[in-house]
């Protein structure tokens, strides 16, 4: 950046995005620090992926030719490097196979506890996700777990010497609850 866009952008919280309700980020969280991805279509060929998270819908890449359904969800498939991909859905909820509950040493910008666990979403696919919405000792290997989409910190993105913030989403799962019938 130079010039006016530098201006723009230190008036945006001195040059960092901040952290709504993390005190010790508050103001202070370069880009450089960010553990989510640019969503925008223009910064990335899976942007798909995030506006279906935003219908709260979990999807993936599909190759038509090969059949081939890998997570995460890709621009060229892994088997056949073919380009010719459609986007399918994955269940939104599983079980938990096996998990890890971190409480020291958490990274900066998450709570403890920090934890993790692989999880199986039937027909062989598994996969290993941050669980959220769970107090320390209370997930058990077997509970069932569901999809949470959350917001993120949204991007400074500079277009055409504009500055302006792009909302973002993420996922994870969390303990499921009864299901309505």
């Known amino acids: 950046f130079t010039g006016e866009n530098l201006k723009n952008l230190e008036n945006?919280?001195?040059?960092?995005m901040p952290v709504p309700?993390?005190?010790i980020l508050?103001?202070?969280?370069?880009s450089t620090m960010d553990l989510y991805p640019l969503e925008a279509k223009e910064f990335n060929r899976i942007y798909q992926f995030y506006e279906n998270?935003?219908?709260k819908r979990?999807?993936?890449t599909k190759c038509k030719k090969c059949g081939h359904v890998p997570f995460p969800p890709r621009v060229v498939c892994p088997e056949c490097n073919s380009e010719d991909l459609e986007w399918v859905?994955?269940?939104t909820r599983g079980k938990v196979l096996r998990f890890t509950e971190e409480v020291a040493g958490v990274p900066l910008g998450f709570d403890a506890p920090l934890?993790?666990?692989l999880i199986d979403l039937g027909e062989g696919r598994k996969l290993v996700s941050r669980i959220i919405n769970c107090k320390e000792g209370e997930l058990r290997e077997g509970d069932e777990v569901q999809l949470a989409v959350f917001d993120v910190p949204?991007?400074?993105?500079e277009k055409k010497g504009v500055m302006t913030e792009a909302a973002r989403v993420f996922f994870a799962f969390e303990p499921a609850k009864a299901e309505v019938k």
Not at 12 to 16: I, L, M, T
Not at 26 to 30: L, V
């Open 58 to 60: 979990f999807t993936t």
């Open 21 to 23: 309700g993390i005190p």
């Open 89 to 91: 859905d994955l269940p």
């Open 12 to 16: 945006h919280k001195g040059g960092v």
């Open 53 to 55: 998270l935003r219908q």
């Open 154 to 157: 949204p991007m400074i993105i």
């Open 115 to 117: 934890i993790h666990a």
């Open 26 to 30: 508050e103001g202070k969280y370069p």
